[in-house]
Each structure stands twice: as structure tokens, then as C-alpha cells.
């Protein structure tokens, strides 16, 4: 009985700490296939990063998640749960191909968005006025959309999303089409929206644009999930033990253990290559033969980024 | 029900606070009625801004009378066509009618068919008319005469029916019937429908290919089911079709009491007397009004309002569902138009059919177009002032559910998938894939 009980108490607890699960999802449009046997696991106030070229199948998993479109098989858990019409109100979903209603105004519209996700009148007005004045927006709040800026009106779709708190954010592409000085704004209002407890999902086959903000990521290619893990341990498991050498002078033969793969002229008579070490050696051992055959001036570990990981898996698939 | 009612709420308030509903909403009972007394005032006038020179060539001698209706300013020519033709050209007359030497020693030929009319366009019908009915009766007077009968006689041949029509009805009861105000009746609420659906549905298809163009509607349907979103929609702007009809039916009843008041029963009364053939007598214009209310108080007014009111919102739901699929299923409102064809089709049909129903509202063909759910409403709306057995009526209004259920299924398998295709080259064939697909 003890045990029993032990059991039961334990299990939610494992499957709360991820906010999403997605579990061998499955779905096909008539010949194509777009998603096969997909499982992800997203922890709660994470930014997760879920990458992979356009047409993988992101879309169609954020669809699915978003209640959009039907899965075929598997299943979607949100904090635990099987997905069900009242998780609307726990998403905010910006997607890829997003807008306004043009000849509406801003604050109407703000409003009609925000009723739709289950916010009463008066909790709504409240947290337009709030969100408004923080983007400072607030005298276009009586304005229509079509006379907004592509920028201003790129932050209300944002205020859209994020009005009534979800607990997941999922934001399809979200800097594509953003300018710098936007993108930094959203970014920063992304972190601080992780710290107070949601959950951030980006979608983006520009992986270098999120590779600095995500906590954990997945990679789908061609419907099929690739690879997932946190970034940090994605990076490691994936390291090429190179390093990166800036110098002065010749740089004698080295020892077999480390093999010079690639050099360039720099200006200022510095040369600089790029050194494979073997597996196992420590980067001190390079470094201490190094010093004395030549004049070191840099050197950096070269760790590969997401889009190197990614074209790497793709080509050993291959 | 929230979301439905919310987007219900959008849709009616965005339309119904524009400056251009209000317009319309206020001018258009103003309109209607100003176009009709146009009509009226030009129809009674002159027709024509001066009278028609018209020569006239009469080799025959026998219809130097004839001619002397108003409108006309009449010349009479001698000599031969030729020097008539080139007079005519010169001074650029009208017209000129050329009547030949005529042989009337028998008096048993009825059809003369070598007189002419030269103009330099087409003559209207009602100038032919005048021309031919002058024509005919001044030889048919000749003709009379030459019979050695006495005009008096003749006259007194002459006599004129009043067939009255009543509707018996099961209990025996016998009710004073007019078929022309039936047909009038008819063809209005008929043809209100009609105007109701081709107005409102493509507002419908306008709003959906709008939220597909400008990308909203991704971030709705994340919060609404498309079906939802597509019944708001139909409801709201149906929602904002019910508002301006009942201002307009508030409008016009205001107008015409306040018309009434001003203008005097009697001042009404002699515009149309004015307009009435003149063989009509005065007495007997008045008498037709008189017996028009009776006859009014026969037709099943209650019976009629329920079913426009029934047919009406039928027939929106029906094409307004077919409406928001096709918004649904294109990019423009160019790529609409293949789509609305098969739509349109049968709308016309009801129309186009709708004088022989008229003519014959139990034809078959009247029975069967009631019984349609396309055509039905159109249809049965012009058949029920004339009364419709009550069977024929329920059934009709059974199939028009069905159909409206079955076409907002339809539609609402295509409007599902459709909201989130951009920049596909639709056709029938992807339309179907659409609808068997699932998502």
C-alpha cells in the first residue's frame, strides 16, 4: 500500500516539470508525410529552441500543439494533460504568418483578441492600457492598424500573444521581419516574461538567430526529429576539439598528436590556423608546445555552432 | 457559444459603425421611392423634350384626320416618295409615314401591310404603337363606314367584363382574391431575397478573404474553431442585414405617414388618376382603390411575414455558408469569381422563373423550384400570396433546414482548411481535396 501510494504521488510530479509533451506524434496530409513518430519534452520556463529547414514539419507540430490542425497518432500532454479545447487559454501563439485586421483599431482589436482567449472586458482593458503604455503605444490605442507602422503594428501581434499570461509563448519565426531595435525589445520582454514562469518555444530555421537564447532545443528534418537536448550538452557531445591559433613567426612542425588543418595571413605579419587535437589531450598539452616553437598571440577552442551541428547530422545521415 | 457570440460581435459592430451603413441605410428608403416618382413624373410628362416632326405622304386621300394626337407635330406632304424622302432629309424630320393608294372595293381584306414609317433611329415601341393605332382606326372607320352600318350599332355591341375572382376555401368560405396584387406581393419579397443574398454574401466572402489576406487569421483559429469563426461571421453580417431592414421597414412607414399627412389623402389619389388610361372613369379608379384594402385584408398577411421571415434567414444561411467557402478558398476576389458562378446559377434560375411562377404558382414547375432548397425561398415566397396547400409548405421548409445544414457542412470542410492556404492555385479538384481531407 505504502509503494502504491508512493507511486501515484511520484508520477505527476516528473510529468509537471515538463510544460509539453509530445509523444511518437504523427500526421500526414493525403501522400505526405509531414510529422513521423515526433516525441519532444519541454521543461517549464525554459526557452526552447525547435529548429529545422522550412518544410520539416514545424508548422504543422505548433499547429497541432495550437489545436489547429488534428494529429494522426501519438499524443500531446500540456502540464500533464491531454490536450483539450480550455488549453487555448494557456498558449499565446504568434505564428509565422501573422496580422492584423486592418481597418480595425488598435486598442478594438487588442480588446476582441483578448475576449477570444477568455479575458473579461474589464481584466482585458487593464492589461491593454499596462501593455500599451510599456511599448509606449498609447496614444495609438484609438488609431487604426492600417495607419501603424510595419514596427508598431509587429508589436501589438507581440502584446497579442502575450496579453493573458500563457504559460507557453510559441512564437513561429519570430525575427523575421523584425528590425534590430524591435528584435532586442521582444527579446528582452521574452526573458522577462521566462523569469515570472512561462514556457518559450521559438520555431526557426534561421538557427543562429536563437542559438544564444535557448535552454534546450530540437532539431526536425524531413518530419523526423534529429536530435534534442539542452544546447549545452548538444554542443559538447558535439565538439571537434580544433582550436584556433593566432601567431607571430613560423610555426614549426608539431608533434603527431596535433595536425594543422587549415592557415591564413592575418595582417600585422600574424598567421593564424586552425589545429585538430586528438581526442582525449588536453588543450594545455597544444598550448605548452605551442610556446615554444612559436610567438602565441591567440587561442580559442573552436565550438560549432548549432547550424554546423545541424549540417553535420544531416550529411552523416546522409 | 462565447467565441461565437464574440466574433458575431465584431463583425456586426466594425459594419454597423461605418459612415457608409448609415448612408445607405438612410438612402435607401429615400432612393427607392424617389426613383419611382421619377419614373412617374417623366412617364406623365411629354414624352420628349419638344414635339416630333412627322411628315406625312397620303396618296390614298383617306386619312387626312388622322393624325392629330399631342407629342407629334404633324406636315402633310404631296407629290411623289422620292420629293417626300428628299424633304424629309432636308428639313430633318422625324420622321415620315408614307401611306400608298389604297383599294378598298373589298371589304372583306383585313391586314394592310404596305404603309411605312422612315426614321433616321429606331423608333421606340410606344411610337409604332401611336403611329399603327391612328392608322387603324381611321380605316376602320372608313371601313364602316363603307359597310353602310351604323356607328351606334357597333357601339352598342360593345360591352366590357369584370371577371371577380374569389378563394373558396374548405369551410366554404369565399374570400375576394386579386392575382395582380398576389404577383406584386410575390415578386417583391421574392426579389428582396434575392437582393438580400447577393448583398450580404459577398460581404460574408469579403470578410473572410480579408482575415486570410491580412494574415489574421492564423492567430483566431489558435483560439476559435473555423467553424465557430465562420458562423460568427455569417451571423454578424446577417445580424447587420436584419438591423438595416427593420430601419428601412421603420423608415418607410414613417415616410409614407408622414406623406400621407402632408400631401392629403386626395392629392395621392389624382397623381394616379392622372396616370390611368383615360377610358377609365374616375368612379371606377376609385372604386379599384376601395376594393384594393379589401382585397389586401384577404391576402394571408401573417402566413406571408412568418415566411419571409423563415425563407429569408433560410436563404441566407444556405448561400452564406456557400459564400464563406469560396472567400475561403482564394487569394482575391479575381480568383472568386469561377467559384461564385455555380452559385449565382441557381439564384438566377429562381429569378429568371420567377414570371412563370407567377403566371402558374401550382405549375410543376412552380411546385418543384419551392421544393428546392436554392430556388425555394425565391420561389415559394412569390407562391404564398396566391396560398399554398400547407404540406407543400412544411416540406419545403424541411428540405430548406437540410439543405442549410448540408451546405454549411460542406462549407465548413472547405472553410477549415482553405483559411490557411496562401498562394495556392485553386480549383474544383483542390476544393474536393479539401473537403475529403482531414485535419
Known amino acids: 500500500m505504502q509503494a502504491v501510494c508512493y507511486i501515484y504521488l511520484y508520477q505527476p510530479n516528473t510529468t509537471t516539470l515538463n510544460i509539453l509533451e509530445v509523444n511518437n506524434v504523427s500526421k500526414s496530409y493525403s501522400a505526405h508525410k509531414a510529422l513521423d513518430d515526433v516525441s519532444i519534452s519541454i521543461p517549464k520556463q525554459s526557452i526552447f529552441g525547435l529548429l529545422g529547414p522550412n518544410g520539416a514539419g514545424k508548422t504543422t507540430l505548433i499547429r497541432i500543439v495550437n489545436q489547429i490542425i488534428m494529429l494522426d497518432e501519438g499524443e500531446i500532454l500540456i502540464n500533464g494533460e491531454k490536450l483539450k479545447p480550455e488549453h487555448v487559454k494557456v498558449i499565446g501563439y504568434l505564428p509565422e504568418e501573422r496580422g492584423l485586421y486592418k481597418k480595425m483599431k488598435v486598442g478594438e482589436q487588442l480588446m476582441f483578441l483578448a475576449q477570444?482567449?477568455?479575458?473579461?472586458?474589464?481584466?482585458?482593458r487593464q492589461r491593454i492600457k499596462k501593455?500599451?503604455?510599456?511599448m509606449s503605444l498609447s496614444e495609438w490605442a484609438g488609431k487604426k492598424v492600417e495607419d501603424l507602422s510595419k514596427g508598431m503594428a509587429q508589436k501589438i501581434q507581440f502584446i497579442a500573444t502575450v496579453m493573458h499570461e500563457p504559460e507557453l509563448l510559441i512564437l513561429d519565426e519570430p525575427f523575421s521581419?523584425?528590425?534590430?531595435?524591435?528584435?532586442?525589445?521582444?527579446?528582452?520582454?521574452?526573458?522577462?516574461?521566462?523569469d515570472k514562469g512561462a514556457t518559450v518555444i521559438f520555431s526557426t530555421h534561421r538557427m543562429e538567430s536563437v542559438e544564444q537564447l535557448c535552454d534546450d532545443i530540437a532539431m526536425i528534418d524531413k518530419s523526423k526529429k534529429i536530435l534534442d537536448g539542452t544546447k549545452k550538452e548538444i554542443k559538447k557531445s558535439y565538439k571537434s576539439h580544433q582550436y584556433m591559433v593566432d601567431y607571430r613567426g613560423q610555426l614549426a612542425p608539431l608533434s603527431r598528436e596535433f595536425s594543422v588543418l587549415e592557415s591564413k595571413v592575418l595582417e600585422d605579419d600574424l598567421s593564424q590556423s586552425?589545429?585538430?587535437v586528438k581526442e582525449g589531450q588536453n588543450p594545455n598539452d597544444l598550448l605548452s608546445e605551442l610556446i615554444t616553437k612559436t610567438e602565441v598571440h591567440g587561442f580559442l577552442e573552436v565550438i560549432p555552432s548549432i547550424n554546423d551541428i545541424f549540417i553535420k547530422i544531416v550529411e552523416e545521415e546522409k | 457559444m462565447r467565441q461565437i457570440f464574440l466574433v458575431l460581435k465584431r463583425e456586426y459592430l466594425i459594419r454597423v459603425k461605418k459612415k457608409s451603413f448609415l448612408l445607405a441605410t438612410i438612402l435607401t428608403p429615400l432612393l427607392f421611392p424617389?426613383?419611382?416618382?421619377?419614373?412617374?413624373?417623366?412617364?406623365?410628362?411629354?414624352?420628349?423634350?419638344s414635339d416630333k416632326e412627322v411628315f406625312i405622304l397620303d396618296e390614298s386621300g383617306y386619312f387626312q384626320d388622322a393624325f392629330n394626337d399631342s407629342g407629334y407635330d404633324y406636315t402633310y406632304l404631296s407629290g411623289d416618295l422620292e420629293t417626300a424622302k428628299t424633304q424629309f432629309q432636308e428639313e430633318g424630320a422625324y420622321g415620315l409615314i408614307h401611306i400608298p393608294v389604297l383599294d378598298l372595293?373589298?371589304?372583306?381584306?383585313?391586314s394592310y401591310d404596305n404603309f411605312s414609317l422612315f426614321t433616321k433611329t429606331n423608333p421606340g415601341l410606344q411610337i409604332m404603337e401611336d403611329f399603327e393605332y391612328n392608322l387603324r382606326t381611321a380605316l376602320e372607320a372608313i371601313k364602316l363606314e363603307k359597310s353602310g352600318l351604323d356607328p351606334a350599332v357597333i357601339n352598342s355591341l360593345k360591352v366590357r367584363i369584370d371577371l371577380d375572382s374569389f378563394n373558396l376555401s374548405d369551410s366554404g368560405e369565399a374570400k375576394e382574391s386579386n392575382s395582380q396584387i398576389s404577383s406584386a406581393i410575390g415578386y417583391v419579397f421574392g426579389f428582396l431575397i434575392y437582393m438580400f443574398i447577393f448583398v450580404y454574401g459577398s460581404q460574408i466572402m469579403q470578410s473572410v478573404l480579408d482575415e486570410k489576406s491580412s494574415r489574421i487569421v492564423e492567430v483566431i483559429v489558435s483560439s476559435?474553431?473555423?467553424?465557430?469563426l465562420m458562423m460568427?461571421?455569417?451571423?454578424?453580417?446577417g445580424a447587420v442585414g436584419f438591423t438595416q431592414l427593420l430601419i428601412w421597414i421603420v423608415l418607410m412607414f414613417t415616410l409614407s405617414a408622414v406623406g400621407i399627412s402632408v400631401l392629403g389623402g386626395g392629392a395621392g389619389m389624382e397623381v394616379m388618376a392622372d396616370q390611368m388610361p383615360q377610358q377609365v372613369e374616375m368612379t371606377e379608379t376609385q372604386e379599384m382603390i376601395g376594393n384594393v384594402q379589401g382585397i389586401l385584408a384577404n391576402i394571408p398577411v401573417v402566413t406571408i411575414l412568418v415566411s419571409f421571415l423563415f425563407y429569408f434567414l433560410g436563404a441566407y444561411f444556405l448561400y452564406g455558408a456557400l459564400y464563406a467557402a469560396v472567400g475561403a478558398s482564394v487569394d482575391s476576389l479575381q480568383d472568386a469569381q469561377q467559384f461564385m458562378f455555380p452559385i449565382i446559377i441557381p439564384l438566377i434560375a429562381a429569378i429568371v422563373s420567377l414570371s412563370f411562377v407567377l403566371q402558374d404558382p401550382n405549375s410543376s414547375l412552380a411546385v418543384t423550384l419551392s421544393m428546392i432548397p436554392f430556388t425555394s425561398p425565391i420561389i415559394m415566397m412569390a407562391r404564398i400570396p396566391f396560398g399554398v396547400p400547407t404540406w407543400q409548405l412544411l416540406l419545403s421548409m424541411v428540405f430548406l433546414v437540410g439543405g442549410f445544414i448540408g451546405t454549411t457542412w460542406v462549407a465548413g470542410r472547405i472553410y477549415r482548411v482553405g483559411i490557411l492556404m496562401h498562394g495556392v492555385k485553386v480549383n474544383w479538384k483542390i476544393i474536393a481535396k479539401w473537403f475529403t481531407m482531414k485535419i
Open chain 2, 34 to 49: 424617389a426613383i419611382i416618382f421619377g419614373i412617374a413624373y417623366f412617364a406623365t410628362r411629354d414624352s420628349g423634350d
Open chain 1, 131 to 134: 501593455w500599451l503604455d510599456k
Open chain 1, 177 to 194: 521581419g523584425f528590425d534590430p531595435v524591435n528584435a532586442n525589445l521582444i527579446k528582452d520582454e521574452i526573458f522577462e516574461l521566462r
Open chain 1, 116 to 124: 477570444l482567449k477568455g479575458l473579461s472586458s474589464g481584466e482585458a
Open chain 2, 232 to 237: 460568427g461571421k455569417i451571423l454578424g453580417v
Open chain 2, 224 to 228: 476559435v474553431k473555423p467553424f465557430q
Open chain 1, 274 to 276: 586552425i589545429i585538430q
Open chain 2, 105 to 110: 372595293q373589298d371589304a372583306s381584306k383585313t
